[in-house]
T-cell receptor, first 112, second 114 residues
Framework: KQEVTQIPAALSVPEGENLVLNCSFT??????LQWFRQDPGKGLTSLLL?????REQTSGRLNASLDKSSGRSTLYIAASQPGDSATYLC???????????FGKGTKLSVKP | DVKVTQSSRYLVKRTGEKVFLECVQD?????MFWYRQDPGLGLRLIYF???????EKGDIPEGYSVSREKKERFSLILESASTNQTSMYLC?????????????FGEGSRLTVL
């Protein structure tokens, strides 16, 4: 059964730092991996989608990498800002279970 | 931009009431999904639909039903609301395969059952 883990559950950094959020999954037979952002009380906003054949995707200050063989993905945020404070979730599709499986997220706080 | 709209952001209902949560997407997506999100449990799939009038159970369908009469609209129905259905409900849609496409979410509906 696919399991997605995000460690740490919470992270606090000063403004301007570069940071990495981690996501691991147990079944490497995935179709793609998606990173989302969620602000308190709101829905999820799609940040990046990495197909299983890709190694990384970039959008602005965000860079996501995928290593299927080791079952890991990282989300790199450059020059963090207070506006980046949110919960970041990763999710994988495909695998033996079919539907999208979510991690429980990392709550990021960027202090001014 | 894809827009997924959930009709109610906040609802308060009483135990035993019938509850309708509506979701509309404007990008002609084949697939639509209903999730619930609870602290410590994360997001769990309730039902999804890959075509009009088609529906499939997700991980936690008990106590829920769905309706998809038009491609753009997917409704979640709680036939008799119970307090353990107090939660954040999230609707999503996607193109391509139901299990492979990029998901786009609505703003969520916070339901409280008293």
């Amino acid at each position: 059964k696919q399991e997605v883990t995000q460690i740490p559950a919470a992270l606090s950094v000063p403004e301007g730092e570069n940071l990495v959020l981690n996501c691991s999954f147990t079944d490497s037979a995935i179709y793609n991996l998606q990173w989302f952002r969620q602000d308190p009380g709101k829905g999820l906003t799609s940040l990046l989608l990495i197909q299983s054949s890709q190694r990384e995707q970039t959008s602005g200050r965000l860079n996501a990498s995928l290593d299927k063989s080791s079952g890991r993905s990282t989300l790199y945020i450059a020059a963090s800002q207070p506006g980046d404070s949110a919960t970041y979730l990763c999710a994988v599709t495909g695998g033996s279970q079919g539907n999208l499986i979510f991690g429980k997220g990392t709550k990021l706080s960027v202090k001014p | 931009d894809v827009k997924v709209t959930q009709s109610s952001r906040y609802l308060v209902k009483r135990t035993g009431e019938k509850v309708f949560l509506e979701c509309v997407q404007d990008m002609d997506h084949e697939n639509m999904f209903w999730y619930r999100q609870d602290p410590g449990l994360g997001l769990r799939l309730i039902y999804f639909s890959y075509d009009v009038k088609m529906k499939e159970k997700g991980d936690i369908p008990e106590g829920y039903s769905v309706s998809r009469e038009k491609k753009e609209r997917f409704s979640l129905i709680l036939e008799s609301a119970s307090t353990n259905q107090t939660s954040m409900y999230l609707c999503a849609s996607s193109f391509e395969g139901w299990d492979t496409g990029e998901l786009f979410f609505g703003e969520g509906s916070r339901l409280t059952v008293l």
